[in-house]
């Protein structure tokens, strides 16, 4: 079965300091992935998409992630953190099966330490 | 503006009492389902329609029903609330055709006690 994990429930960075928040997926070929954001009490905002178009994706807010089928992996980064940052993200993938279901991973919540 | 809309965002309620949460889009999407989110579990779907009158259990359907009788309307019913759907709920919607990118709306957090 298709899954997406996220390594790390919990990351902690300095202001200022590179984000990475690591997510891997499981799928025979390759899929739609998305990285959404959730702010406290609030629905999920997409930050960025990868469709196959090119490898390195860029998203709002500074993100983006890069697209590595050798590895499956699907990591989001940011060159530097701010305070607004701090909030859950989450890694997903379309089912191949369903193409209208999103498979989500565990969530991972960055907090920024000034 | 192009949203989906769940209502109600707050619910308090009791074991064995019917309830209805509203979902509504404004984009005309095909595809509409809902989540439930639980900490340390991700977002994982509870049922899912692909067009009006088409729906289908997704990987959580126990306790839930949902219907879908107008393209924009996607309601999930919880017939007999147990303590366990105790959860934070979303609907989302997306088109068939692009990148399947999925719109969510604002969430509902349903406690049952």
């Known amino acids: 079965a298709q899954s997406v994990t996220q390594l790390g429930s919990h990351v902690s960075v300095s202001e200022g300091a590179l984000v990475l928040l690591r997510c891997n997926y499981s799928s025979s070929v390759p899929p739609y992935l998305f990285w959404y954001v959730q702010y406290p009490n609030q629905g999920l905002q997409l930050l960025l998409k990868y469709t196959s178009a090119a490898t390195l994706v860029k998203g709002i807010n500074g993100f983006e992630a890069e697209f590595k089928k050798s590895e499956t992996s699907f990591h989001l980064t940011k060159p530097s953190a701010h305070m607004s940052d701090a909030a859950e993200y989450f890694c997903a993938v379309t089912s191949l099966s369903n193409t209208g279901k999103l498979i989500f991973g565990q969530g991972t919540t960055l907090q920024v330490k000034p | 503006e192009a949203q989906v809309t769940q209502n109600p965002r707050y619910l308090i309620t009791v074991t064995g009492k019917k309830l209805t949460v509203t979902c509504s889009q404004n984009m005309n999407h095909e595809y509409m389902s809902w989540y439930r989110q639980d900490p340390g579990l991700g977002l994982r779907q509870i049922y899912y329609s692909m067009n009006v009158e088409v729906t289908d259990k997704g990987d959580v359907p126990e306790g839930y029903k949902v219907s879908r009788k107008e393209k924009r309307n996607f309601p999930l019913i919880l017939e007999s609330p147990s303590p366990n759907q105790t959860s934070l709920y979303f609907c989302?919607?997306?088109?068939?055709?692009?990148?399947?990118?999925?719109?969510f709306g604002p969430g509902t957090r349903l406690t049952v006690t």
């Open positions: 989302a919607s997306s088109s068939w055709t692009g990148t399947y990118e999925q719109y």
